[in-house]
Nanobody, 124 residues
Framework: QVQLVESGGGLVQAGGSLRLSCAASGRTFSIYAMGWFRQAPGKEREFVAT????????YYADFVKGRFTISKDNAKNTVDLQMNILKPEDTAVYYC?????????????????WGQGTQVTVSS
């Protein structure tokens, strides 16, 4: 059974940084792309960042470009999201997800497995 467990969320002031981590188990992590999504209260879950199976290709939502960085460590079965210059509008529950294939992708429907989420709150 695939398990994805996020960690690293919390409360931070605007302009600060947080690093989210997602630990995967139960599947051959190295052959699947991974992604981060987020969901704010009253809003739909939205794409944040994705990385391909080998970590060589990444895509970001426009609203995080230049501020967030996704990385994948196939030796440790982890995918991280480094978040810098955080803004109050980044407040959301952040979810790690494993894609059905090796290529990075932005569509929520292409992801087969999801973590339970970690709360990120950015105060102004």
């Amino acid at each position: 059974q695939v398990q994805l467990v996020e960690s690293g969320g919390g409360l931070v002031q605007a302009g600060g940084s947080l690093r989210l981590s997602c630990a995967a188990s139960g599947r051959t992590f190295s052959i699947y792309a991974m992604g981060w999504f987020r969901q704010a209260p009253g809003k739909e879950r939205e794409f944040v960042a994705t990385i391909n199976y080998s970590g060589t290709t990444t895509y970001y939502a426009d609203f995080v470009k230049g501020r967030f960085t996704i990385s994948k460590d196939n030796a440790k079965n982890t995918v991280d999201l480094q978040m810098n210059i955080l803004k109050p509008e980044d407040t959301a529950v952040y979810y790690c997800a494993m894609k059905r294939g090796p290529s990075a992708g932005t569509l929520r429907s292409d992801y087969a497995y999801w973590g339970q989420g970690t709360q990120v709150t950015v105060s102004s």
